[in-house]
């Protein structure tokens, strides 16, 4: 027995070019997204964003690095001077120094009148 297909009717025929032509378009937009995201992966791999040269940051005399954090996009660098704490702030990607804040204490000598 040499089964042959049958032909489709019309309408059967028209519902599979139309899912024909939906199977196409979800595979090119499935193709575009994945080169979309692969592309920006790579760029942001291969964009030469620089690194910092060695910077030497000078240190009052006696002082003491107490912490090193990061913040952002900056690194805050405690340091102790004299029994004082001081926070000094420094660009991550460039090491410029971007800030210094400075702790003392308050004088135990003083009352809220005199201040």
């Not at 032509?21 to 592309?39: E, G, K, N, Q």
């Not at 900056?74 to 804040?101: H, M, N, Q, S, Y």
């Amino acid at each position: 027995m040499d089964a042959k297909p049958q032909p489709l009717d019309p309408a059967a025929a028209r519902i599979l070019a139309r899912v024909r032509w939906l199977m196409l378009i979800a595979a090119a937009t499935t193709f575009i997204a994945i080169a979309a995201v692969v592309s920006v992966i790579g760029y942001r791999v291969s964009r030469g964003e620089g690194s910092a040269a060695d910077v030497i940051a000078t240190l009052p005399k006696g002082a003491r690095v107490v912490a090193i954090s990061g913040a952002g996009e900056r690194i805050v660098v405690t340091i102790e001077v004299a029994g004082a704490l001081e926070a000094r702030t420094f660009d991550a990607k460039t090491l410029t120094p971007t800030g210094r804040l400075r702790f003392r204490a308050d004088d135990a000598g003083r009352t809220a009148e005199d201040r």
